[in-house]
């Protein structure tokens, strides 16, 4: 099988998600959908690309979805020779049979989210979209050689001691303009699986899985200039999108509390299912301070 160029990039763009649909790839790929789909199927079967075995139990739960694509040995292999960093030390297709339901889902929820925001700026010609990895390149020293370069911390006294408390988004992207300005965001997918408030299990790793102690960290942290120190930018967002409407307003009213009624422009809030018809860069994003905003 001789590899085309458009083959190799269906693989960058799944090992660069981990994980992507047929519908992320076709959008990404915007050629015929029937083609993309014939090369993903000739891609899998000769071992360039891996279907997570997790997705059969899903479609046997949930019933039919779009087929589910990840690195499999052969397509890490390919792009390695081709100049991509892919860690050989992996064994891709092992990684991907341990993958669980819940961690696809929410990669998934990510990728759809990131796929579609570079659709929307392919489509203008006054923006263009800044990676993670471009971004972290041009961050200070200890940013770069971090292992987890996106995690986010603050230190705070908590019920009398002082403790170091972080937080690690989903995502981090720019977007630049004609007039040499950029516009940076942490991405922050929130899928309704974990609790909006917890007060009774401080000191547990529990008592940090929840919606009020990621604002409070983001809010705490973007105080102290974290952003500037972390990144080596001033204009960052923290970009929420949540499960439904509702979930939205709570989350906004928490980071009110959070920030003593006053609000932060720092959050922009949305709900998937209003997303899912909208145009990343046209939609209404609501702030903390209840602000329609627009991220161009």
């Known amino acids: 099988m001789r590899l085309t160029e458009r083959d190799l990039l ?21 050629g015929s ?8 199927r000739v891609l899998f079967d000769h ?31 390919a792009l390695r020779a081709h100049g991509c960093k892919i860690n050989d030390q992996v064994d891709w297709t092992e990684k991907n049979s341990r993958a669980g339901a819940i961690f696809i889902e929410h990669t998934l929820e990510r990728a759809g989210f990131m796929t579609a925001l570079q659709v929307a700026c392919r489509e203008r010609d006054d923006v263009n979209l800044l990676e993670a990895n471009e971004i972290i390149c041009d961050a200070p020293e200890a940013t770069r050689r971090s292992r987890e370069p996106l995690r986010w911390q603050v ?6 001691r002082k403790e170091i408390f972080s937080v690690v988004p989903d995502g981090l992207f720019g977007l630049s303009f004609p007039d040499g ?3 940076y965001f942490l991405l922050e997918i929130d899928r309704g699986t974990i609790p909006l408030r917890r007060t009774d299990t401080y000191g547990t790793a529990a008592w940090r899985k929840n919606i009020e102690f990621k604002l409070r960290t983001y809010y705490e942290g973007w105080r102290a200039d974290r952003h500037v120190e972390q990144f080596g930018v001033k204009q960052l967002r923290v970009l ?18 959070v920030t003593d009624g ?12 209003e997303l899912r018809s909208s145009n990343r860069l046209d939609f209404d994003w609501i702030s903390g301070r209840e602000e329609a905003v627009r991220l161009v």
């Open 155 to 160: 230190e705070r006294v908590e019920r009398g």
């Open 262 to 273: 006053r609000g932060s422009a720092l959050f922009l809030f949305g709900s998937a299912d």
């Open 33 to 40: 959908s029937q083609n993309v789909n014939r090369i993903l």
């Open 240 to 257: 929420w999108v949540t499960s439904s409407r509702v979930r939205m307003e709570n989350m906004i009213q928490i980071q009110k509390a």
């Open 47 to 77: 071992g360039y690309l891996d279907r997570p075995l997790a997705q059969i139990a899903s479609t046997v739960l949930d019933g039919s979805k779009p087929i589910i694509y990840g690195l499999g040995k052969r397509g890490a292999q």
């Open 10 to 30: 269906l693989m960058a763009h799944v090992a660069k998600h981990r994980f992507l649909s047929t519908e992320h790839l076709q959008a990404i790929d915007g």
């Open 181 to 183: 300005t950029t516009s």
